[in-house]
């Protein structure tokens, strides 16, 4: 769709229509977070619509683009109250979709794959079904990926200058209480009773989600055979959820860091309450500081926090804090290899609005950082993405549910269109395959302690 929109565009040029450059977006002090000052209780703001003359350009080829979703029906009404159905009204699932003024057409002119998101922060379109309906659109972006809307999950068209290294650790501490630093309240809201942030193992359909979140922890205890006689580092510990899981139920001690002060906060809390502070420690650390060695090493869903070019120290530090015979299970969602380069250098909404200076890796670029960096080599990975998508449909429900106790808190209704769109988006990356999630276990070769250790295999 971009791209049509700018051919059009040069076709009113040559006609003599002004034209009007587009403000350049550059980061304060090398975050992207920094361009206006933020609150407590919201994400950054949607910007207000650009003016453009390209917008009725863009609405032809918005409804042209709908024309044949991906599968199923949208029954789109207009902002004129004219109502069109797309798509095949035979079968498959039917979706309303409500553009309610022609701010939408305008975003999608001059704000690329930016433009769906900000639109539904900003209450300019709805729908009935928001998951169904994106993943209607993504297949539908599949089908078509030359244009804009394709890899609308991993790739980002629209350039913006890349972020510097992240050696800065005031920063990278700025761009993590920009989301964990909302407030522990929030997350009760749709988190379960263990407080975890990351995708859970579902054994059976309709395990209850604390249960699935423990069953994701023990598969990662049983990959490093972790016992009494370990020294474990959590590098990103979260509230605790997995510190006090391995405590309790290896007899490991462990050492949880995290840059963020308000899971810090009740992450201690959580584990007083436990009693188990004499095998638990939580401590507000940047981890590349963290000294001694330990045995093992987890590190859950936090790799895509510190960006590109921070890979390889990643793993640098891993190797010298491992003892010999020490393994890493690393967590972490990942895109497919031949979408990396890319995505990296793009920008996108997610990292626009939710997570800021993050960089989901690949698997190619984890093993290259891991070799140039380090001794360690994968041992063996597998894939739970497609639990993800049911992890966060779990969480969305819960959010919404809890819709007033959100706003009680004194969260806006923008921020709750913002976070609803975000889980339904991430949940419709995992369904459709453009985001996956790995379980991987890197070690040295010849590690005496994991030879005998089974392969998890690829969780369905």
């Not at 999950?153 to 761009?175: E, I, M, Q, V």
């Not at 993590?176 to 054994?203: K, P, Q, R, W």
Request: with cysteine.
């Amino acid at each position: 769709v971009t791209a049509l929109i700018h051919r059009h565009a040069l076709s009113l040029y040559r006609k003599g229509i002004p034209f009007v450059h587009k403000p350049s977006f550059i980061p304060g002090s090398g975050s992207i977070t920094r361009d206006r000052p933020e609150s407590r209780r919201r994400l950054r703001l949607a910007p207000p619509p650009p003016r453009t003359v390209l917008w009725p350009i863009a609405r032809r080829l918005l409804l042209a683009a709908l024309k044949r979703p991906g599968f199923g029906t949208i029954d789109l009404q207009l902002p004129d109250g004219t109502r069109t159905v797309r798509g095949d009204a035979g079968g498959g699932p039917v979706t309303r979709m409500n553009i309610h003024g022609n701010e939408v057409y305008r975003r999608l002119a001059r704000r690329g794959r930016l433009a769906l998101g900000e639109g539904y922060m900003a209450g300019e379109w709805s729908t009935d079904d928001l998951p169904t309906l994106l993943e209607q659109l993504a297949v539908t972006a599949e089908g078509i990926r030359s244009s804009a809307m394709g890899r609308a999950f991993t790739g980002a068209l629209a350039k913006r200058p890349r972020r510097p290294a992240s050696l800065n650790p005031d920063r990278d501490r700025h761009d993590i209480a920009y989301h964990y630093d909302l407030g522990n309240d929030l997350y009760e809201t749709f988190l379960d009773e263990t407080m975890t942030y990351s995708c859970a193992v579902f054994e059976h359909p309709g395990q209850a989600l604390a249960d699935a979140q423990r069953a994701k922890y023990r598969r990662l205890c049983d990959a490093l055979r972790l016992g009494p006689d370990d020294r474990v580092l959590e590098i990103g510990c979260g509230w605790g959820g997995f510190a006090m899981y391995a405590a309790e139920h290896t007899g490991a001690r462990v050492r949880g860091v995290t840059l963020s002060e308000r899971q810090c906060e009740l992450a201690r809390a959580r584990v007083a309450e436990a009693g188990l502070a004499d095998r638990v420690d939580i401590d507000l650390i940047d981890y590349r500081e963290v000294e001694g060695d330990v045995t093992a090493i987890v590190s859950i869903e936090m790799f895509e926090a510190i960006g590109h070019d921070e890979f390889e120290r990643f793993f640098r530090t891993c190797d010298r804090l491992l003892v010999p015979d020490g393994a890493l299970a690393l967590q972490t969602i990942t895109v497919p290899d031949q979408r990396y380069e890319g995505y990296r250098r793009g920008r996108d909404w997610i990292r626009q609005y939710i997570f800021p200076g993050s960089v989901i890796p690949s698997l190619t670029s984890i093993a290259n950082a891991a070799t140039a960096a380090s001794s360690l080599i994968i041992d063996r990975t597998a894939n739970i993405g497609p639990h993800y998508a049911t992890t966060l449909e779990a969480w969305r429900t819960r959010f919404l549910a809890n819709r007033e106790r959100v706003l009680e808190l004194g969260y806006d209704e923008e921020f709750i269109r913002t976070w609803e769109f975000y889980l339904a988006f991430c949940e419709v990356g995992f369904r459709t395959r453009a985001l996956q999630d790995h379980q991987l276990v890197l070690t040295r070769p010849g590690n005496p302690r994991l030879r005998a250790a089974g392969a998890p295999g690829e969780v369905r």
